[in-house]
């Protein structure tokens, strides 16, 4: 199979808000969520989404663990980075979703948080895919303009973000990384981590798995985020933002390693 590489794209001129960090056994994206205003925070969510993946990088080393205390325990170092300056008892401190996958042995380990996804294709070309969805399933709520993006109140927010019945994000509470939907994927011969500026092609324009992970392996991880682009662009009706942060990484599973991007 082929090693189609990573790339990361922003949706507008603003910086870059999500992350891919590529390692020997190891792979991760991370999709920072948009800055609410008084989020009690003096970081950006570049800032967030680069301290929490350097930290990952830290506490995959050594033995294997769990991934979910490797998110935990990377979630109480950027606490401890910022704790000093910032209110992280604020209902919308910086946070990211996240999608991280491991080799280990004969097998892979994913771990995904918020709405990243992971997709693993087989030796015999079926593809599965691995998300969580239960962002989706949380009520709505009247969207208000909030520095000029149209989203969720911030009291809405907190009703529902890292809370029973609502959805789950890396931010400043450790505990959160046990809520997120872990398992081990066995004979996969590729792989492909995705944020949420690329799962709209599956979830709004009518693009299938399987099709992706053929156009990445043939044409590329580019090809993903040239093909977002041109459907946001013809888009009659886009979403709040047409262009979102879109980031892929396609890789392949061959000896219990990835091959070198």
């Known amino acids: 199979m082929i090693v189609a590489g990573a790339e990361s794209r922003p949706g507008s001129a603003a910086p870059n808000e999500d992350l891919l960090l590529v390692a020997d056994a190891w792979a991760l994206v991370l999709d920072g969520i948009t800055r609410y205003p008084d989020d009690g925070c003096v970081h950006d969510v570049p800032w967030y989404t680069a301290a929490l993946a350097e930290a990952v990088a830290v506490h995959m080393s050594g033995p294997p663990r769990p991934l979910t205390e490797v998110l935990t325990a990377a979630i109480e170092a ?145 090809a993903l985020l040239d093909l977002v682009r041109d459907c946001e662009d013809r888009d009659p009706s886009p979403p709040t933002k047409r262009h979102d942060d879109a980031t892929a990484v396609l890789l392949r599973f061959a000896d219990h390693r990835f091959a070198s991007l």
């Open 78 to 222: 950027v606490n401890a980075r910022h704790a000093p300056t910032c209110d992280l008892a604020n209902p919308v401190t910086p946070g990211a979703t996240a999608a991280l996958v491991r080799s280990r042995g004969d097998a892979l380990d994913w771990l995904v948080l918020g709405d990243c996804a992971i997709t693993f294709r087989d030796r015999d070309g079926k593809c599965r895919t691995e998300t969580d969805d239960r962002l989706a399933a949380v009520p709505s709520a009247p969207a208000a303009d909030l520095a000029g993006v149209r989203r969720w109140p911030v009291d809405h927010v907190a009703r529902f973000r890292n809370r029973d019945g609502g959805f789950w994000v890396a931010a400043a509470d450790p505990a959160v990384a046990s809520m997120a939907r872990t398992g081990t994927a066995e004979d996969v011969a590729d792989l492909l981590l995705c944020t949420d500026g690329l799962t709209r092609l599956v979830e709004r324009y009518g693009r299938t798995w399987p099709d992706l992970m053929s156009l990445a392996a043939d044409r590329g991880a580019g």
